[in-house]
């Protein structure tokens, strides 16, 4: 963010902030103004005809099905074939014909059997929820950062008028190693608080499914920007001894959509290993990357992003089907990497001090409806109803094909979802959300009552979402959850969930369980 000008005007397809500092030094004014692009105002046939390459889903089938009579009678109005003429094509094949079409027909449905898509159940999912000595609230917060002595004084400003608009409360979480006194941002306390949040995510999960940590075939750990040696797939086999011959994988430097990026390869995994469990771990590590320099676009970090994570135990195996909560029903993964202005958005760099940090780009909104458009349009025809698709499409060949000036249709996507799992990112990047995609403050209060009560997760934040539609007692039997998810590359990643059985609320283990009864709360307008 350019902090020798005042005041930033940019196109309405761009981030847009303000930042008036008066001549007073001891007052700072900061007026954010951020906007996600309308993405649906400029969709492209590509990203449509790949999400119909994706699957044939229902609405595909009813599609083909409605077509298909209609080639029929074209066929015979043509051909000028009688309905009594097939009766006698059929008639005349003689036995061997017959033998050899059964043989064939068994062959064929031997192959689909084989080939069908393997389904991948959710058995449960469980989030950490660190002690109560780890809270922070929005004044601890400032106080801590001023005690610090690592702010200028117009920075101080900066991150207080940041947190008052944030849309955190004052219950979520910070490493005992940046709340010391001095602080202790080194190797010893990052460790401690990844084993903190690996370790507790994975001891309730071991406890709620009763999976024995020797039964995992497959282990995916995700955590963007602490990668020690041994990694953290290593210190989790090392602490649960887990079986030799484990798929062990660490994803690192893949930003907060890399929860589903994990979800997606366990997916995989799956598919080419039967009768398998996969463990899914994704978190955060703040300690070692508290930014203590001055240059605002790195101290957003600090204001927004909490301790936090999740485990997640997913199955192949038939007989998990009755006992899990979910079936994985879709992923749909976004990468717009190709491009310098994505690629650079979310850069981790130092400072013109040499302190690390992680820059937020003013062009990150633009950044992000662009992935949000290509993502949408691609999950659109595997999930939407068939009137949804017919009236997009109709819309869009009008706009694109026929050149004509017509209003762009917007499908309903709450036709096609009862529960909605979006990033908790940001408090801008939610309006922006709800206001492009029509959501109403119920479809939108599992990620803001999240962000206010857990803060910015990272990679784990939908699931504590889940987490609180699961706390309310909303889940039931069939209803479908997207879950979706952008960070850094640029990228954004869709997961769709089907819920396999009704979801009792106040359930043992959920993070939400203690506080559940106060939610939802009014977030203070910024």
Request: aromatic content about 10%; some cysteine; overall charge positive.
């Amino acid at each position: 963010m350019d902090h020798t000008t005042s005041t930033v005007d940019m196109d309405k397809e761009r981030l847009t902030a303000e930042l008036a500092i008066k001549d007073d030094s001891t007052s700072v004014v900061i007026k954010i103004r951020r906007k996600l692009p309308d993405f649906l105002q400029s969709v492209k046939l590509k990203y449509v005809k790949l999400g119909y390459g994706y699957s044939c889903n229902p609405a595909t089938l009813l599609l083909l099905l409605l077509l298909f009579p209609l080639f029929i009678a074209t066929l015979i109005q043509l051909t000028g074939l009688r309905l009594d003429s097939f009766s006698q094509i059929f008639t005349s094949f003689d036995t061997a014909t017959g033998l050899t079409g059964s043989v064939l027909l068994l062959f064929l449905s031997g192959v689909y059997w084989a080939k069908r898509p393997t389904p991948v159940y959710l058995v449960d999912f469980a989030c950490y929820k660190p002690q109560d000595d780890c809270k922070m609230a929005n004044q601890s917060f400032t106080k801590m950062s001023e005690d610090s002595g690592f702010f200028e004084q117009d920075t101080m400003h900066f991150q207080k008028r940041i947190a008052t608009r944030s849309g955190l409360g004052d219950e979520t979480y910070l490493p005992k190693g940046i709340t010391a006194r001095p602080p202790q941002l080194n190797m010893r306390e990052a460790r401690e608080e990844a084993e903190l949040v690996m370790f507790g995510a994975l001891d309730s999960l071991f406890s709620k499914t009763g999976v024995r940590p020797q039964e995992i075939s497959i282990l995916i750990v995700n955590c963007s920007l602490f990668n020690p040696t041994p990694s953290l797939s290593s210190m989790i086999v090392n602490h649960y001894k887990l079986r030799p011959d484990i798929m062990s994988f660490n994803l690192g430097g893949m930003g907060c959509s890399a929860g589903l990026i994990s979800v997606d390869l366990a997916q995989h995994l799956l598919k080419a290993n039967p009768n398998s469990y996969a463990v899914v771990l994704s978190m955060e590590n703040i300690t070692l990357n508290w930014y203590s320099g001055n240059d605002r676009s790195m101290l957003l970090c600090n204001c927004i992003f909490r301790m936090g994570g999740a485990a997640m135990l997913l199955s192949n195996k038939s007989r998990d089907r009755r006992r899990s909560k979910y079936e994985l029903v879709h992923t749909v993964r976004t990468h717009k990497g190709a491009d310098d202005n994505s690629y650079n958005c979310i850069y981790q760099r130092e400072d013109d001090k040499g302190i690390v940090g992680v820059s937020l780009a003013r062009e990150l909104m633009a950044v992000a409806g662009d992935a949000l458009k290509t993502n949408i349009t691609t999950l659109g025809p595997l999930v939407l109803p068939f009137s949804e698709q017919l009236m997009f499409f109709v819309t869009l060949v009008k706009r694109k094909v026929l050149k004509m000036k017509v209003k762009p249709y917007i499908p309903d996507f709450k036709l096609a979802f009862e529960h909605f799992c979006i990033h908790a990112g940001g408090r801008a990047v939610l309006d922006e959300m709800e206001k492009n995609l029509n959501l109403t403050e119920r479809h939108m209060e599992p990620s803001r009552m999240t962000l206010h009560r857990f803060g910015n997760t990272s990679s784990s934040s939908l699931w504590y979402e889940l987490s609180y539609a699961e706390a309310k007692g909303r889940v039931s039997k069939g209803d479908r959850v997207w879950q979706i998810a952008f960070g850094s590359g640029f990228k954004c990643n869709s997961a769709v969930w089907r819920a396999l059985k009704t979801i009792p609320g106040g359930c043992e283990g959920n993070p939400w369980a203690d506080c559940i009864d106060r939610y939802p709360v009014k977030v203070p307008v910024a």
